[in-house]
């Protein structure tokens, strides 16, 4: 199957935006019949349903040569902007847009410290989510710090004969790659970069392991998450309209001398 190259519309050449799909085995007969029952018009269709319109042979339409060229031109000049993607992590958005804040190739950078005020608004949130969820942090450590096994015995007829649950310690290699892989799961290195904040503010003689558990713990807790994304979210709104208003306060007409 090949699809359009890109991600959105091509407005000069409409073929990039269609998705052709080749097939190898293909069997005009059984398509004929899928046809016909997506439409209603299946063998098998007693209750005379009325199914959608299938389209079978594509059609490219041209530009339409008895309009100008002009036209066409003017069109491609016009802005496009893409769809939002309701889909599309803040985390994600918040770090492209500071990227965008500090990129100065064309001129002065909006905002050179766009990463750094908002690394220090992630890591701030996340202390104030690990003091307030501070028993079930506690608690999800323990989680990741023991297993519980569960043992049954029985004889060889198959009888029951009891069965006994312990809690043992996880294996150190075990809690750092489960650590590790909850931590990297933050979209757009959010985890490390908190992580490496922890150890930064922590002793130098703290346990790195540990850190890495309270933080794991933390990011398991219900909703901390969505509070992280949330912090991101107003971090974009915050720049947009501080940019906006600085934008707007720069083309206002300025008073004749005097006036």
């Known amino acids: 199957m090949v699809r359009q190259p890109l991600s959105y519309r091509i407005a000069t050449d409409d073929a990039l935006n269609s998705v052709t799909c080749y097939l190898p085995l293909f069997d005009r007969k059984a398509l004929s019949s899928i046809k016909d029952e997506l439409e209603g018009k299946g063998a098998e269709n007693d209750d005379n349903k009325v199914g959608p319109e299938v389209l ?3 059609v490219i ?8 060229a002009d036209v066409f ?96 310690e996880t294996h150190t290699r075990d809690i750092d790659r489960d650590t590790r892989k909850i931590i990297n799961s933050v979209k757009e290195g959010v985890g ?5 904040y922890r150890v930064k503010q922590s002793n130098p003689a703290a346990n790195k392991l ?35 208003f600085e934008t707007r306060s720069t083309n206002l007409p300025r008073s004749p001398r005097g006036g």
């Open 73 to 168: 031109d003017f069109i491609e000049t016009l802005p496009s902007i893409p769809t939002p993607d309701k889909l599309a992590s803040p985390l994600r958005r918040a770090k492209n847009l500071v990227r965008l804040l500090f990129d100065d190739r064309t001129g002065r950078a909006l905002l050179k410290d766009a990463d750094m005020q908002l690394t220090r608004m992630l890591n701030a949130r996340m202390d104030g989510l690990a003091a307030e969820h501070a028993i079930a942090v506690a608690a999800n450590a323990a989680k990741i710090k023991t297993v519980e096994v569960h043992t049954a015995k029985v004889t060889t007829t198959g009888r029951d004969v009891g069965a006994s649950s312990r809690q043992i």
């Open 192 to 196: 490390t970069s908190y992580y490496a």
């Open 56 to 58: 079978r042979d594509p």
């Open 61 to 68: 339409f041209e530009r339409n040569p008895k309009i100008a």
């Open 210 to 244: 540990d850190i890495r558990v309270e933080i794991a713990a933390l990011l398991l807790v219900d909703g901390v998450i969505a509070e992280i994304e949330a912090v991101a979210s107003k971090f974009v709104r915050e720049q947009l309209n501080r940019v906006q």
